[in-house]
T-cell receptor, first 121, second 107 residues
Framework: EVQLVESGGGLVKTGGSLRLSCAAS????????MNWVRQAPGKGLEWVGR??????????DYAAPVKGRFAISRDDSKSILYLQMNSLKIEDAAVYYC????????????WGQGTLATVSS | DIQMTQSPSSVSASVGDRVTITCRAS??????LAWYQQKPGQAPKLLIH???TLQSGFPSRISGRGSGRHFTLIINSLQPEDFATYYC?????????FGGGTKVEIK
């Protein structure tokens, strides 16, 4: 059974940092493209970014609102995905979901339960 | 960036009704479209991919159609478990983008 378990959310002031983690199990993590998707309270879904598998260079891509502030990384030996969030803004407050996709299809087959990041001024 | 426009933003319907949700892409995305179902307090679930392929575990009364720029999600004979918010997502190019969502509420 595929499991994605996010952690690391919490309350942070504007300009601060948070590092989110996503522990994966039940599938070949090293072969998966991994993504972060967020959802502000009461709002819709927003793709944050993705990281390719190491065999494809492990390259990352980000949505414009977070580019230069957020960084996605992965530890395939531990099957953990990370999201380093710096220079946080009020508008970054959201539930952050870890999701899987593939090199061929960029829809999100599996989702974690999410972790809430709250940003205050 | 490809914009995804979903309509309506909400719909009130009764058990047994047929509900149709529309999603339009700002450019041709072939059939690179997914639909998700999200219930309150839960993560979204992949419902349909490649515009019309229903994920296992979902009933056949739910279907997806379309290609290019115009897509529809159809729920026939609405059941209590179908009341949720539905999102479309284009998977054609980065940045990946979602529609604004359609909340299906009980009338």
């Amino acid at each position: 059974e595929v499991q994605l378990v996010e952690s690391g959310g919490g309350l942070v002031k504007t300009g601060g940092s948070l590092r989110l983690s996503c522990a994966a199990s039940g599938f070949s993590f090293s072969n998966a493209w991994m993504n972060w998707v967020r959802q502000a309270p009461g709002k819709g879904l927003e793709w944050v970014g993705r990281i390719k598998r190491k065999s494809e260079g492990g390259t990352t891509d980000y949505a414009a609102p977070v580019k230069g502030r957020f960084a996605i990384s992965r530890d395939d030996s531990k099957s953990i995905l990370y999201l380093q969030m710096n220079s946080l803004k009020i508008e970054d407050a959201a539930v952050y979901y870890c999701t899987t996709s593939t090199a061929r299809s960029h829809w999100f087959s599996f989702w974690g339960q999410g972790t809430l990041a709250t940003v205050s001024s | 960036d490809i914009q995804m426009t979903q309509s309506p933003s909400s719909v009130s319907a009764s058990v047994g009704d047929r509900v149709t949700i529309t999603c339009r892409a700002s450019q041709d995305i072939d059939n690179w479209l997914a639909w998700y179902q999200q219930k309150p307090g839960q993560a979204p679930k992949l419902l349909i991919h490649a515009a019309s392929t229903l994920q296992s575990g979902f009933p056949s009364r739910i279907s997806g159609r379309g290609s290019g720029r115009h897509f529809t999600l159809i729920i026939n004979s609405l059941q209590p478990e179908d009341f949720a918010t539905y999102y479309c997502q284009q998977a054609n190019s980065f940045p990946l983008t979602f529609g604004g969502g359609t909340k299906v509420e009980i009338k």
